[in-house]
């Protein structure tokens, strides 16, 4: 197993395994280490069937249904983000980390790339314990026991959303989720603390009326996705990324209108944030 960094921030490739085989103990160990050293992982030339795909995520948790669109029948985790040539809209296409509208968020993502443009959507990945190391001590104090609201009904991530409610979205979902975690959180495995507002859910923050949230959010928003705290994905047919919600965001790229894009996707059981 080789490993190769993406950026100075965040991100590393993995070459030379094969994840259609069997998974050893010491693969497994030695995959959610990089993973939590690097935040993401991606891994080519993965031909998965959803067996595997799925065989995959639980030696790295515990797959967990997506609220708003349906899954596949015999495998309700694994969900196909998909924008097809119609649709100028793409699925999550703004800054995010993701369901953070729920209580319990999740710990991780995975995408299999099966159906890739001739160009164009690339995924942004964000470092947010390099966001948080960032601020200003006097920000840092100031931040530190605040919470952030979030909805899953705020306007711009709910565009993104239409196009595939309507094709596989589940009759039983509620039209709203609302959930509020610390701005600063401290990751659960490692310790460190990340930056946890995103542009996408977060509406507020709990003890503050707008006026006053709106501006201190705002700052936020930009400060997180800072170029150096970057890292950029150009996709591949059959090629796994795996990423830590927990202290990471990401943003897919809608640059390849007329075109068919289609990942399969599996989210992974998480803690309560604190």
């Not at 595997?52 to 609220?67: D, H, I, L, S, T």
């Not at 039983?172 to 310790?191: D, K």
Request: proline share 6%; charged share 25%.
């Amino acid at each position: 197993m080789k490993i190769r960094k993406i950026s100075g921030a965040l991100g590393a490739e993995i070459t030379d395994v094969d994840l259609t085989q069997e998974l050893s103990v010491d693969l497994v160990k030695g995959i959610r280490e990089i993973f939590l050293n690097h935040n993401v992982i991606f891994l080519r030339n993965q031909p998965l069937t959803s067996q595997q795909f799925m065989n995959f995520a639980r030696a790295m948790g515990k797959p967990v249904e997506y609220p708003f669109v349906k899954g596949f029948d015999s495998f309700p985790e694994i969900i196909e983000v998909k924008k097809l040539e119609h649709e100028k809209s793409n699925f999550g296409g703004v800054w995010h980390s993701d369901t953070t509208y729920l209580e319990h968020p999740p710990m991780g993502s995975m995408l299999l790339s099966k159906e890739i443009p001739p160009y164009g959507g690339d995924t942004l990945f964000a470092c947010q314990y390099a966001a948080y190391e960032a601020l200003s001590d006097t920000m840092k104090r100031m931040l530190e026991g605040l919470r952030g609201v979030s909805s899953s009904a705020k306007a711009d991530v709910s565009k993104t959303r239409e196009d595939r409610i309507k094709s596989d979205g589940k009759e039983s979902a509620p039209q709203n989720f609302t959930s509020s975690h610390p701005v600063i959180r401290t990751h659960p495995e490692t310790g460190r603390k990340a930056l946890y507002v995103n542009v996408a859910h977060t509406t507020g923050i709990e003890g503050l009326t707008q006026a006053e949230s709106t501006p201190l959010l705002s700052f936020l928003f930009e400060h997180q996705v800072k170029p150096e705290m970057t890292c950029r994905w150009a996709w591949e047919p059959n090629t796994l990324a795996f990423w830590d919600n927990r202290c990471t965001q990401h943003n897919p790229v809608n640059d390849y209108h007329g075109f068919k894009r289609v990942l399969h996707r599996i989210t992974l059981q998480g803690d309560k944030p604190f």
